[in-house]
């Protein structure tokens, strides 16, 4: 059994520790908003965030992960109440299929949070491990500059403080 | 205490050389070099078409956009921080705008800075500009990639100023720093060898200065002599030895080496990583005539024929050992390798099916030191926009310190015979401290 905390909550999941965090989310913990895409650490669908920094979670095999803190796009807001990045992405309709946008929103948390004032080329290199094949992009842009200013509206002391 | 004592001699080292470079500057009274009168920019049409193309060439055999560039800047306006052991110094701007750039200077300005790192105002330039190999190139070239430079569009671009720390900021130091190190003259080709092999030397030493990275360099930054392209660094990444002391389990040949040279990989050695990858880029435009002759002359300096390692069974396809034949029991770095490794490297992944070499046949895996590994762990060969080219992921934000080192520690147990490499974590701190480069 090897334990992992997820969105907070703590879990032991019966697996080998090759296991890719992709699978013993979406097979174990029914967290299935990654995406399995490449599988190769290619395209960035199945983005997760691990102690603030994006990763592929298809080529982070779980032994690495006792200790550390996973968040996925479960953790960011429901469907109810999204958080102020899924909402950016939903205002702006930033998905076409879908299936890359999980990874892009966390994609983007994790790079508003070190950066909450980001430049166009900040986002775009921010961004840039992640593909979209419906070719969303500008919209994907959009929702990115959109989170960053709903962020900083929300946080003026600590936008100001950068 | 055994590590600062050493660095404590280093500066020793470093304070004497610095007062013997002074006063050879000094005495040679050649500190003071006159300014060059400014010219009006030249027009276009001044210049062939012809000579343009080959100054084209020449730049990308030079690559001088890989300095020039800063990251996602205009190419050749500057701005790129180059880290060297003394401080920062930032490539300038080397478009033809006047009150920025070049556009200035006249051939003979841009000769004398070229030749003997002076620039049109007669201030000494850093030796990052590699004018110790360029001083080697002919006239013809040299007014080619003038006429090349001459002619990009004018970018109006200030680089920042260097940092570097004292004394190395007082520039007239390298005065004494040429007397030591800077050797007049013109390459000469040898009279033994063919025209290609001769053109090829002519390219790698006073054009392309694969020295600058490949080459060791002594304390005050100079590549060290007698140790030409015997490996070295670049910008922290491992550059390996270009000649006997290769450590790739296959030998290059010219044809393996054209190819990974224009195309950034070759099946029997692996992917061009690190500031390796834009040099490769800037080479796919050149005519292959010269990467060829660069090749020739490269592999010339290589150990020939395989060299298969001892007492390890041999494949058909590379004639060197099978690594699915070694098993090393190390369960933390099996789940490391298996889960974040295996999808592309493992022995039946896709990509591994698609033609890409065992990590067996890998330089870094084979290298002295494990800094090429790690710094591929850490950084991958991220995307490149507007170059085709391998890829692989960065795994700094996932991976420690700790489990990094774990990691290396196991592919070079599994995939060389070499012995283990020593003190493996702090080379990934320090490659962490550093940070990717380009």
Redesign the interface.
Known sequence: MIKLTVNGQEHAVDAEPDTPLLYVLRNDLGLNGAKFGCGLGQCGACTVIVDGAAVFSCLTPIALLPGRQVTTIEGLGTEDAPGPVQRAFMTEQAAQCGYCIAGMVMRAQALLAHTPDPSEQEIRDGLNPNLCRCGTHMRILAAVRRAASSLRAAAPTKAAAQ | MAQSARIRLHRYVVVAVVILAVAAGAAGAIAWRPSMPPIAPPDRASFAETEVARGAALAALGDCAACHTAE?GRPYTGGRGIPTPFGIVYATNITPDPATGIGHWSLDAFRRAMRDGIDRAGRHLYPVLPYPHFTRATDDDIAAMYAFLMTRAPVQQKAPANALTFPFNWRPLLAGWNVLFLRPGMWRPDPSKDAEWNHGAYLVEAISHCGACHTPHNLLGAEQGGQALAGGEAEGWYAPPLQAGSPAPVSWNADALATYLRTGFDAGHGAAAGPMAPVTHQLATVPDADVHTIAVYVASLMPSGPTPQAGTPQTAATGLANPAARSVAD??A???????C???HGADA??TRAGAPSLALGTAVNAPTSRGVVDMILHGL??REGHAGP???A?S????DA?VAVLATYLRARYSDRPPWQDVEATVQAARRQGGGT
Do not use: E, K, R, S
């Open positions: 996602n369960p933390q099996l789940a490391i390798f298996n889960g974040a295996g999808a592309c896709p990509m991220p995307w890829y692989m992921p795994f934000a996932v991976l420690t489990q």
